[in-house]
């Protein structure tokens, strides 16, 4: 990776993996300008999880999320969709087709369990749907 300033090769000065292994933490340095920035690094999962026969997207999601979300921080809602991609993730072992009910639930399951006023709005948005 590169510095965004000066294009020198940044420096890994400490890397995590964060749950379960879903996605690495990764904090760099460059070595010139002396700036300490922190990446975190996620696996795409479209390819592997299809919902209705579309490509899942953790973006869509994540936008979803931050629009209902009752002020929780960037990271806090990265690790609820963390959580969410691993449960679909088990769901899909054997094949990768879910449907927009199970991705539904399980979404909420998370949901109530982490964040209970983000999972009344998303259950209010679904009824106005």
């Known amino acids: 990776m590169q510095c965004p300033i000066c294009k020198t ?7 995590r993996k964060t ?3 879903a996605s690495t933490w990764r904090r760099r340095h460059c070595p010139n300008c002396k700036i300490t920035l ?15 026969n579309k ?11 931050a629009r209902i979300s009752s002020g929780s921080l960037e990271e806090d809602i990265a690790n609820i969709v963390d959580t969410i ?5 088990s769901l899909t072992r054997h094949n990768h087709q879910i449907t927009e009910d199970i991705y539904t639930q399980e979404v909420l399951s998370v949901l109530k369990k982490i964040d209970r006023p ?3 709005r998303f259950l209010a948005q679904l009824e106005e749907d």
């Open 9 to 15: 090769r940044l420096q890994t000065t400490n890397s």
């Open 19 to 21: 749950n379960s292994g």
């Open 38 to 52: 922190t990446s975190r690094e996620v696996l795409d999962l479209s390819s592997l999880i299809q919902i209705n």
């Open 55 to 65: 490509n899942y997207s953790r973006l869509k999601l994540t936008a979803k999320l």
């Open 85 to 89: 991609e691993s449960r679909l993730l």
């Open 118 to 120: 983000s999972y009344l």
